[in-house]
């Protein structure tokens, strides 16, 4: 019991710690995008030996949309299903969007009072500042919304994962601690739709989403598209870090891992548009800290420019 506390405030300094925020018309069809990557050859990607030095488990998977080049390190871990924690906040907008729960990404939901861990969560919050922030109450409180049947109809209708939202009472935390998984190259796969609009959506939702995900790389001028997600105990009912035995004991047999996903814009002169998902073992307050930092290593490793 003792070290299930101590462990939660360990996460929960980690978070106050560092930011969380990741802000963080369809064209021909490109080689190797369908709804299923997994059957593609695969590459080793370049720098897997320094990523394995520098973590204790990690996999990272690189999409060209235009060749259907992929690239891995780690193949094995690739293919496996985690928690997608926040990265399912991707998902979650389209279909707020689609049923219409939220009209656009600037619609705000009034804060409700309660203090929270993280202080960018205590404020009236808005569909794309509830994404940069990973905002759970606001997600939380638009899942209820949705409905348990909306919400696992759509889920299936994107192919996200392993499309499991579990039982009706889990729908406010089934992305954190619940039945979805979703692997890397299944993170992949779904991004890769969402980038060229082929998601049975429509168009312009799908565009407001992308445009959510936009993010500036540090000490330059280039963009690209990302979510970052962390497994960590939350309160299913006030969408806040807990020390709840209940929400603990939910996460004992389950991997804590960090992701980040996403996309990155380039000419064909340079490559192509890439998509990329990278997922991490959390042992350590700099594995939090170093998700993006060693994401952006490895696109560049793999000929990446950032300007």
Known sequence: MINRHLKCKAYLFIIISISISTSCSKSGKSIGLSSDITGLPIEEAKGCEILNQKTTGATFVMFNIDTGRLRVCNAERAHKPFLPASTFKVAHALIALELEIIQGQNQYMKWDGRERAVPAWNRDTTLATGMANSTVWYYQETAKKIGYENMSRWVKKLGYGNTDIGLSRELTHF??????????????????????????????????????????????????????????????????????????????????????????????????????????????????????????????????VFK
């Open 175 to 304: 992305w954190l601690d619940g039945s979805l998984r979703v692997s890397a190259l299944g993170q992949v796969e779904f991004l890769s739709m969402l980038k060229r609009r082929s998601l049975p959506a429509r168009d312009e939702n799908q565009i407001i989403v992308a445009e959510m995900m936009r993010t500036q790389v540090e000490n330059n001028t280039s963009e690209i598209h990302a979510k970052s997600g962390l497994v960590l105990p939350i309160d299913p009912d006030t969408g806040d870090i807990t020390n709840s035995d209940t929400v603990i004991s939910r996460l004992e047999k389950v991997d804590r891992i960090g992701w980040y996903v996403g996309w990155i814009e380039q000419e064909g002169s340079m490559g192509g548009d890439i998509v990329f998902a990278f997922n991490l073992d959390i042992g350590a307050p700099e594995d939090i800290r170093n998700r993006r930092r060693l994401t952006l290593n490895m696109l560049e490793a793999n000929g990446v």
